[in-house]
């Protein structure tokens, strides 16, 4: 499928790259060149994700209810096989905080890293809701 932003290059027009600056072959109707479209896609193929199944779990629900972003941060690592580094890269919190948010030394109190940990995690709009909702 060709990239929406694809403009046909005209003799001598020479499109570069965005990702490394080389030519981009005539005859590529994509954005990149070949080496980083396919670098590119490794590197979305290895992102951290966590699965949907995850939120369906009793004891993540109740963790999201009760607001225990520690309790809830280590499920998600162990349902989802996820290393503190990994929810440090989907978060933005740092692995440190997130290592003692999970042993209970920390606390998560700001509003703006509570929306970042669960926009990072991907938590449904609806599990969300009970999170900021009166606990139940």
Not at 36 to 57: F, G, I, M, Y
Not at 116 to 134: E, S, T
Request: with cysteine; aromatic share 4%.
């Amino acid at each position: 499928m060709p990239d929406p932003a694809y403009r046909p290059a005209a003799p001598g027009d020479g499109r570069r790259c965005p990702r490394c600056g080389h030519r981009v072959s005539r005859y590529n109707d994509a954005r990149h060149c070949s080496p980083c479209a396919q670098a590119l896609r490794r590197e979305a193929d290895s992102c951290p994700r966590v699965h949907e199944s995850t939120w369906a779990e009793p004891e993540v629900q109740s963790a999201i209810a009760a607001r225990d972003f520690g309790a809830l941060c280590r499920l998600v690592r162990g349902h989802a096989q996820l290393r503190q580094e990994d929810l440090a890269e989907l978060s933005g919190l740092s692995q440190a905080f997130l290592s003692m948010l999970e042993q209970g030394n920390r606390r998560l109190t700001n509003i703006d890293k509570i929306i970042d940990l669960v926009n990072g995690l991907g938590v449904p709009a609806q599990l969300a809701a009970r999170m900021f909702g009166r606990p139940g």
